[in-house]
């Protein structure tokens, strides 16, 4: 299940809740890690260094796979799509 909600929404408890889900079920079917050191600066050298790297939402996803496509590194690249 994706759930973003639109840009406008106000709605973030629900947003934050399911999506939080979701990145633990994907995280487990995948048999992953998630990992955020809380330092934007290693977070993305960790990043950029992974063995695989599924893009998230946001511009930083966006920056680590443009790096790691510089690479040759693989990735996971994501759409989403503001629902109307």
Same mark, same amino acid.
């Given at each position: ?5 639109? *840009?406008?929404? &106000? ?6 809740? !399911?999506? %939080?889900?979701? !990145?633990?079920? *994907?995280i487990q079917?995948?048999? $992953? ?5 809380? %330092?934007a600066d290693?977070?993305?050298?960790? $990043? =950029?260094?992974? @063995? ?12 680590? =796979?443009?790096? @790691?496509k510089q690479?040759? !590194? %693989? %990735?996971?690249? &994501? *759409?989403? =799509?503001?629902?109307?």
């Open positions: 299940m994706f759930f973003f909600s639109k *840009t406008s929404s &106000t709605n973030y408890d629900e947003c934050i809740m !399911l999506s %939080n889900e979701y !990145l633990h079920n *994907t079917q995948l048999n $992953a890690i998630y990992f955020d050191y809380g %330092n290693i977070d993305l050298c960790l $990043a =950029v260094k992974s @063995r695989l790297f599924i893009q998230g939402k946001g511009y930083f996803s966006k920056l680590i =796979v443009e790096i @790691r690479l040759n !590194l %693989n %990735n996971i690249e &994501t *759409t989403c =799509v503001d629902w109307e």
